[in-house]
């Protein structure tokens, strides 16, 4: 299974289709250690990386954030609410400096480390 960080397991972020796909940026991943951090309690991941071919099946964009192959690896997370209120959630997230948040959801928020700002 193995340790990403101190708080994440490759289990936790690896494509949920079971083909075992896990490359994950180092600087996305050291944002949500970060959120954990200052979360200061449990973090649940719905998605992290998916395959090429998961992604197009859960109807992902092409260039989906979530996509996640050896040369451009995934940047985003959709992280439950069970642990969290949705404003808090996103105030945390933008805090450990997180650019792309999706909170149009109704159990999870989005969030990215693209290169620039987007709200949804």
């Not at 719905?46 to 940047?75: D, E, F, I, M, Y």
């Not at 945390?92 to 693209?114: M, P, S």
């Amino acid at each position: 299974m193995g340790r990403l960080t101190k708080h994440f397991t490759r289990k936790e972020l690896e494509c949920r289709c079971g083909c075992g796909t896990c490359y994950v940026s180092p600087q996305a991943l050291s944002k949500l250690e970060t959120l954990r951090r200052l979360a200061r309690r449990p973090i649940f991941i719905n998605s992290a990386c998916r395959c090429p071919a998961h992604n197009a099946r859960v109807g992902g964009a092409p260039l989906s954030q979530h996509r996640s192959t050896k040369n451009r690896p995934a940047t985003a997370f959709d992280i439950s609410l069970r642990n969290f209120h949705k404003g808090e959630l996103i105030r945390l997230a933008i805090q450990a400096g997180f650019k792309g948040i999706g909170q149009n959801y109704k159990t999870f928020v989005h969030v990215d480390d693209r290169h620039y700002y987007a709200r949804w």
